[in-house]
C-alpha cells in the first residue's frame, strides 16, 4: 500500500457550491482522495472571489448557478481576468450546449454533471490540477455545435444589418416596446402609412408574417435588447 502524499503536495480544493448536501458529496470525494485537500467552502460569488485571492487554491469546483448577482460563469470570467492560475472544474445539474461552450469560453479547465459520483469528482479534481482538461466527447461536440450556431447567427445578424435601413431599425425598435402604428407615427413625425410600409418591409427583409415573429428574430439576430 502506498504512503499517503505529504500534506504540502495535496491538490487544495475551494468549494463554491450553495447548496450543503452537494458541498458535503465534494467534500467527501475530496476525503475520499489522498491527493486532495480542501482549502475552503463558499456559496456565492463573491465570497469565492475573495477566497480565491487569500486562499490561492490549486482546484476551484464552481456551480453554474449561484445565489446573488455573481453567476458561476461571472466568477470564472473574473478570476480569469485577475490573472488567478487556480484550476475551474465546473460542477452544474445545467448540461445544455451554451453551458458546457460557455464555460469553456470563461476558462474552465473541465465540466462535470451534479449526478457524477464521489470517485468520478475526486478523479476529475486529480486531473484538472495536473493540468489535463476533463470533458467528454460529447461535451466537446456540444460546445463545437454551440459555436458553430453562434458563427451562424453572427453571419445572419451581419446580413440583417446590411439590409435593414436606420429607420427600420428605429421603428423595430418602438414596435418592440409594444407602441402601436399610431403611437410610433406620432413619436418619429411620420404618417402611421409611412410606418406600416416600414414595417412591411422589415417583415421581408426577416423573412417572418408578424409582429411577435419580426421582434423574436431581431433578438435572436442581435439587433434589438428586450429589457
Do not use: W
Request: positive net charge; aromatic residues 2%.
Amino acid at each position: 500500500m502506498s504512503e499517503p502524499t505529504p500534506e504540502l503536495r495535496r491538490v487544495r480544493v475551494l468549494i463554491v457550491e450553495d447548496h450543503p448536501v452537494l458541498r458535503g458529496v465534494i467534500r467527501l470525494a475530496c476525503e475520499h482522495s489522498r491527493d486532495l485537500a480542501i482549502a475552503g467552502e463558499v456559496d456565492d460569488g463573491e465570497q469565492a472571489l475573495e477566497m480565491a485571492r487569500e486562499l490561492s487554491p490549486d482546484v476551484i469546483v464552481l456551480d453554474l448557478s449561484l445565489p446573488g448577482e455573481l453567476q458561476g460563469l461571472d466568477v470564472a470570467r473574473r478570476l480569469r481576468a485577475d490573472g488567478s492560475t487556480a484550476k475551474i472544474l465546473i460542477l452544474t445539474g445545467r448540461t445544455d450546449d451554451r453551458s458546457v461552450f460557455e464555460s469553456i469560453r470563461a476558462g474552465a479547465d473541465g465540466f462535470l454533471e451534479k449526478t457524477a459520483g464521489v470517485r468520478f469528482i475526486a478523479d476529475a479534481l486529480t486531473r484538472v490540477a495536473a493540468g489535463e482538461r476533463v470533458f467528454s466527447p460529447d461535451q466537446e461536440r456540444s460546445a463545437l455545435q454551440e459555436l458553430g450556431r453562434m458563427a451562424r447567427r453572427a453571419r445572419a445578424s451581419s446580413g440583417a444589418q446590411a439590409i435593414i435601413t436606420p429607420r427600420e431599425l428605429e421603428i423595430l425598435e418602438f414596435v418592440s416596446l409594444g407602441l402601436t402604428v399610431k403611437q410610433v407615427a406620432t413619436r418619429l413625425g411620420l404618417s402611421p402609412r409611412t410606418v406600416e410600409a416600414h414595417i412591411a418591409k422589415l417583415y421581408r427583409k426577416l423573412g417572418v408574417r408578424n409582429r411577435v415573429q419580426a421582434i423574436s428574430r431581431a433578438v435572436s439576430l442581435g439587433l434589438i435588447r428586450m429589457g
